[in-house]
């Protein structure tokens, strides 16, 4: 039973660059051929957001903060914090941004709007238990929060996350 319309999409929150979105678009489709579900813009417990966190079956989790130009890196440090939030730290960027500018101790995965790859894995430094359970909450109700908001667009489920 299809009740969903073709037509119906999550909005654009306006924050990234067409850039930006595409490596975010290329970098989802690579997570999902690895076995890995992906929600964009996950709102985390320090008040940080992340790009992309994805989901393995085995309920290992990876953030993948997106870096569209040397710019954009240089100017954001937050990304330091997420590593309390996953189990491996990816940068994802454009086939044109210098890959020696990224940490050695994150991975990194270049990307366009089609397709992504891998330049290098992340270490892993494994979540607590605590922090995976509640990681893994907000992983599910974001996803479900959002898949009933394209079921019910005029709903208040925008608030809720």
């Known amino acids: 039973m299809a009740f969903v319309s073709d037509s119906l999409k999550l909005p654009v929150d306006g924050r990234q660059s067409q850039t930006a979105l595409a490596i975010a678009r290329g970098t989802a489709r690579l997570l999902h051929a690895h076995g890995r579900c992906v929600v964009s813009e996950l709102p985390l417990p320090s008040g940080r957001r992340a790009d992309l966190v994805a989901l393995d079956p085995g309920g290992e989790l990876w953030i993948v903060e997106v870096k569209s130009s040397i710019a954009d890196f240089r100017a954001d440090q937050k990304w330091q914090d997420y590593r309390a939030h996953c189990d491996r730290l990816f940068f994802a960027t454009a086939i044109d941004v210098p890959c020696e500018i990224f940490p050695p101790d994150t991975g990194l995965i ?3 709007a089609f397709g ?7 270490p892993e430094h494994k979540l607590p238990a605590a922090t995976r359970k509640s990681m893994m909450l907000l ?3 974001a996803a479900a929060m959002r898949l009933q908001s394209l079921a019910d667009p ?3 489920y925008w608030d809720a996350e």
Do not use: S
């Open 116 to 122: 992504a790859e891998f330049k290098w894995e992340a």
């Open 154 to 156: 005029t709903g208040p």
């Open 110 to 112: 270049v990307a366009d």
């Open 139 to 141: 992983f599910a109700r």
